[in-house]
């Protein structure tokens, strides 16, 4: 029996009709879909004063990790910048350290903070705690470097969308447990957060072509688990997961009402609040999963983005027009 579902924002229903979808992901359908999971970077930057750095960072195993740093061109500025360290959604399996790109660097133009986004390896080629090391990695770089970056290594940022808020949330319970380095906040944007894939809402998003559907989750997860046993799943890996929630940084969590992680994202935000923590929640009537960064012209999307960005104001104790 098809379970019911939330209907579609109507500005976002019109404009996903044009939008080509599948229902499910394989390996052949992978190598099809990868060379288009990201946008080049170049055209974003036009216009902008900002200054791009690429450097390289080495994985517990050598492998190298590229890091793109993007800064504010130099003013008179006199007391260090905020950070953001941004994780590119792709359920795992797809996109680049230049995907959704965008969301941060709006934050770069209304705080005039160091972007720094990272490239790390994709499953299935890569798999279990790897991709989550591999941005650990990225964040040890950057406090080892603040001074150099010109940042302020109390308001560090980790942010991500989709599987880069899973990815975000697993490098934020990582800092807690190995004691460092200081995160100032953690913004998740329907983040991918719980390899079961049980909730409700992934069950109403399956059995048909979506953005990201059910089907095509549990193929991600499966890319990314390999061989581990449900019992074997680090809570790094996959955030819910993890019995103890306290301790975390101030956190930011959003998702639509119409996609597959709504459930295990609104769950993640109420354990937070009852381990005592700091959570802001929204849930976006009739969003579907990347409506913001897919169709950002839309008015809903502009409401998320701006309510995004209006928090992390408040975060930083920053004037946003400053």
């Known amino acids: 029996m098809t379970t019911a579902r939330p209907a579609l924002d109507p500005e976002l229903h019109e404009l996903l009709a044009d939008m080509p979808l599948m229902s499910q992901l394989s390996q052949e359908a992978l190598a099809q879909v990868r060379p288009f999971s990201s946008m080049p970077v170049e055209p974003l930057l036009e216009g902008r004063a900002i200054d791009r750095r690429e450097v390289t960072v080495s994985a517990p195993d050598g492998t190298p990790i590229p890091l793109s740093v ?17 994780m590119h959604g792709g359920g795992m399996v797809m996109g680049d350290r230049f995907s959704q790109i965008d969301i941060p660097l709006e934050w770069l133009d209304e705080f005039g903070a160091v972007v720094v986004s990272v490239d790390y390896r994709l499953a299935p080629e ?31 940022i980790v942010a991500g ?15 807690r447990d190995l ?4 995160i100032a906040a953690q913004v998740l944007i329907g983040p991918m957060l719980d390899h079961r894939n049980t909730s ?11 953005v990201w559907t059910r089907e095509m989750n549990e193929f991600g997860w499966c890319c990314l688990l390999g061989d581990l046993a449900d019992d074997e799943v ?3 890996v996959s955030p819910a997961l ?19 992680f709504r459930d295990e994202d609104t769950d993640y935000a109420t354990r937070i609040w009852a381990a005592g923590g700091q959570a802001e929640l929204h849930v976006w009537a009739g969003g579907f999963h990347g409506f913001d960064a897919l169709y950002p012209q839309a008015h809903i999307s ?21």
């Open 70 to 86: 993007f800064s504010p061109t130099k003013t008179d500025r006199t007391s260090a910048a905020p950070c953001v360290y941004w």
């Open 126 to 156: 890569a798999t279990g705690t790897a991709l989550v090391d591999d941005c650990y990695q990225g964040l040890l770089w950057i406090a080892e470097h603040s001074a150099e970056l010109g940042i302020d290594p109390a308001r560090i």
């Open 161 to 175: 969308a989709s599987a880069g808020g899973g990815l975000a949330a697993g490098v934020t319970l990582l800092a």
């Open 179 to 182: 004691g460092t380095p200081t």
């Open 200 to 210: 409700t809402s992934s069950r109403q998003f399956s059995g048909g072509p979506g």
């Open 234 to 236: 680090p809570v790094y």
């Open 242 to 260: 993890a019995d103890d929630l306290s301790g975390l940084p101030a956190t930011y969590i959003d998702t639509g009402s119409a996609e597959v």
């Open 302 to 322: 502009a409401t998320a983005r701006r309510t995004r960005t209006d928090w992390l104001a408040r975060v930083l104790h920053t004037n946003p027009t400053a």
